[in-house]
Structures are given as structure tokens and as C-alpha cells.
Nanobody, 117 residues
């Protein structure tokens, strides 16, 4: 079942956005979840990952450390990405994924984030 990402938009540099990703299914809590982004003309890169269950382990790309925070609410089958102090280079389409090695059905449709300078 497709994941549903939302929360993107247009924001000025220094602003904040919170992305949400709803992942249907009874096994949500058992899945590693991640956020990725793809900037125009660039390959998709993973920006944040959170492990299963309590989400005690998190990993961030160096470019977003200290600015982005990934979290999860297993009761709502939702993973979040809080993005603060946004920069123009954060512009791109943000995708959520499910699992350690996401398959074709483990990706959200993407939400556009545009940061103006």
C-alpha cells in the first residue's frame, strides 16, 4: 500500500516545515522508516532514518544534522521530519520510505519543498 507524504511547501530561508508520512499497515512499528530528497538534476539522497519500535536510533545526513529531526508515532502509523533553519539547498522533492531495503511499494509519492533565499 502506498505511503502518503504531506507537509511540503514554499518557505523562506531560515523557516521551518514539518513533513508527515502515513504508512498504512499493522506492522508499522516493526519497520525502519526514512526520509529522502531529490533536488533538481541530482540523485536521490537519504536525509534521515529512524529505527523500528521506539525509534531510539536515528541517523542523519551531514548536511541536515542539527537542523532536521525525524520522529515516529506508532499509534498513528506516521513518521515525521521536522525541518528547521531551512536553506535554499534543501529544496527538492522529499520522499518517505519503509524498510531497510525499500521495495517498489515502500515509497511515498513525494512532497515538494521549496526554500527561497
Amino acid at each position: 500500500v502506498q505511503l502518503q507524504a504531506s507537509g511540503g511547501g514554499l518557505v523562506q530561508a531560515g523557516g521551518s516545515l514539518r513533513l508527515s508520512c502515513a504508512a498504512p499497515g499493522q506492522l508499522f512499528a516493526l519497520n525502519v522508516m526514512a526520509w529522502h530528497r531529490q533536488a533538481p538534476g541530482k540523485e536521490r539522497e537519504r536525509v534521515a532514518l529512524i529505527d523500528s519500535l521506539s525509534g531510539g536510533f536515528k541517523k542523519y545526513a551531514d548536511s541536515v544534522k542539527g537542523r532536521f529531526t525525524i520522529s515516529r508515532d506508532n499509534a498513528k502509523n506516521t513518521v515525521y521530519l521536522q525541518m528547521n533553519n531551512l536553506k535554499p539547498e534543501d529544496t527538492g522533492v522529499y520522499y518517505c520510505s519503509r524498510g531497510v531495503i525499500p521495495g517498489p511499494g515502500d515509497w511515498g509519492q513525494g512532497t515538494q519543498v521549496t526554500v527561497s533565499s
